[in-house]
């Protein structure tokens, strides 16, 4: 049984950091700063040997992640881990994205060096298994979706840009083959990962990610792609590409892509909301690919299904991020802006929407941890990620709008950024792809 160091790492920082002796003698904002700064550190030795003894050998098998043990007890609590984890992505959504959002949504386009910032996270180790140079030995999904709500917390935008690479890196791991995860997944938890981006959306009304019109058709050894798709992250930066096709005789499959093929031709295309996240369209004019371009290498090897279902699970995890964020923002601005002699909180109307507020948004976080909780037990979670997905989509724009309402006139402004979460939120009901857990 292998020893993962990392756990017990975090733990003896995270007692350091806390201690109460630190806190009478005035230190604990230092010890908060060396815990973030060794958890990162030693994350990236660690992975560092890992990729060291990856590259030395390959996977004889798939390399995949176990599903955890059910708890006898309905218990949604945070481990220590969890928690060293959302203090980092929380430390930083508040210090790196909310800083850099509005100048991002302006510009459609991540800040200088947001990639190396994003990459010392470390996100892809919770993807990316300990035979391949990861720090990951159990399914991960509640993990990155505490981080997905807390890095939404800072920018949904740029949060998206950030996890777009992981979504391909949690499909090679839980669906791709040996040979799939050696030459491609091992490279994830490098310090520089590939840019990657999944494209499953697909350019009319009412779109059902169950019927595709991108089609895959077999071609001797290997397949014809044509198609287009639409709304993909990263669209005109990544290096590769997880595209949802239909294949003739076995129904929708997932491919790997290299966009630099001929026949594929990228366009950026800015949008109403996730600005930051560069979305943008692919289009595939008879692309030849290789056998081994299809996920698994066997048809039978992927769940179709649960790939929506887990896709739905983080963009849950996204809205429940950017609505706290409305939230946390709405209350001090009520407090402070005074009507008629008296902050407007006191009114009725406005005390009930802030609550309204606080009652759906707790309702949307519920449904999405308990749809990850399962998905990391393996259990079935097309219903509870459905459930998820709708609640969140529907209250998520409400309180999107009710934080313009709550601003009156500032909120319908650029010098607030409620605006933009309202843009932002208004995704969660359309976006399909682009993040997996």
């Known amino acids: 049984m292998s020893f993962n160091p990392i756990g017990p790492m975090l733990s003896a920082l995270n007692r350091l950091a806390g201690s109460e002796h630190l806190q009478r003698l005035g230190l604990y904002r230092p010890a908060q700063k060396i815990a973030y700064h060794a958890s990162r550190e030693g994350f990236r030795a660690v992975t560092t040997v890992g990729r060291q003894l990856a590259s030395v050998q390959r996977l004889v098998s798939p390399a995949r992640l176990q599903n955890g043990k059910p708890n006898e007890l ?6 220590e881990e ?8 929380q430390r930083f959504a508040r210090e790196v994205l909310r800083p850099t959002a509005h100048a991002s949504d302006h510009a459609c386009d991540t800040p200088e060096g947001f990639a190396a910032q994003i990459g010392e996270l470390g996100l892809a180790q919770f993807a990316v298994p300990e035979a391949l140079g990861g720090a990951a030995t159990e399914s991960s999904a509640v993990a990155q979706v505490l981080i997905a709500e807390d890095l939404a917390h800072g920018d949904m935008g740029l949060c998206v840009a950030g996890l777009a690479p992981i979504a391909v890196a949690n499909a090679l791991a839980r669906y791709g083959s040996a040979d799939q995860q ?3 997944l091992a490279a994830f938890a490098g310090e520089h990962p590939p840019v990657a981006a999944f ?3 697909e350019r009319r009304p009412a779109f059902d990610p169950r019927e595709l019109r991108t089609r895959a058709r077999q071609n001797g050894e290997g397949f014809v792609l044509s198609g287009e798709k639409t709304l993909v992250p990263l669209a005109d930066r990544a290096e590769l590409l997880l595209v949802a096709a239909d294949l003739a005789g076995h129904g929708a499959q997932l491919f790997l892509v290299d966009a630099h093929l001929p026949g594929v031709t990228v366009r950026h295309e800015p949008s109403m909301g996730l600005r930051a996240a560069r979305l943008g369209s692919v289009r595939f004019d ?3 690919l290789p056998q081994r371009a299809l996920l698994g290498e066997d048809p039978s090897a992927l769940d179709y299904g649960e790939v929506i279902s887990r896709s739905a699970i983080a963009w849950s995890a996204l809205a ?3 609505a706290q964020a409305v939230l946390d923002y709405a209350i ?3 407090n402070d802006r005074k009507a008629f002699g008296e902050p407007i909180s006191h009114r009725q109307a406005v005390a009930f929407m802030i609550a309204d507020i606080a009652v ?5 976080r519920l449904l999405t941890w308990r749809a990850a909780s399962r998905a990391d037990l393996g259990l079935p979670i097309k219903r509870e990620a459905h459930l998820a997905r709708v609640l969140c989509a529907e209250k998520g724009m409400q309180i999107g709008t009710d934080g313009v309402q709550l601003l009156g006139g500032h909120g319908f402004t650029k010098e607030h950024p409620v605006e933009r979460w309202y843009r932002d939120l208004r995704a969660i009901a359309i976006m399909e792809g682009g993040l997996l857990v």
């Open 199 to 201: 494209a499953l959306a």
């Open 286 to 288: 008879d692309v030849v």
């Open 360 to 364: 759906e948004l707790d309702g949307m």
């Open 320 to 322: 429940v991020g950017c």
């Open 182 to 184: 050696t030459a491609y």
């Open 74 to 79: 309905f218990d949604l609590s945070v481990s």
């Open 82 to 89: 969890q928690q060293m984890f959302r203090d980092m992505a």
């Open 332 to 334: 001090p601005y009520c």
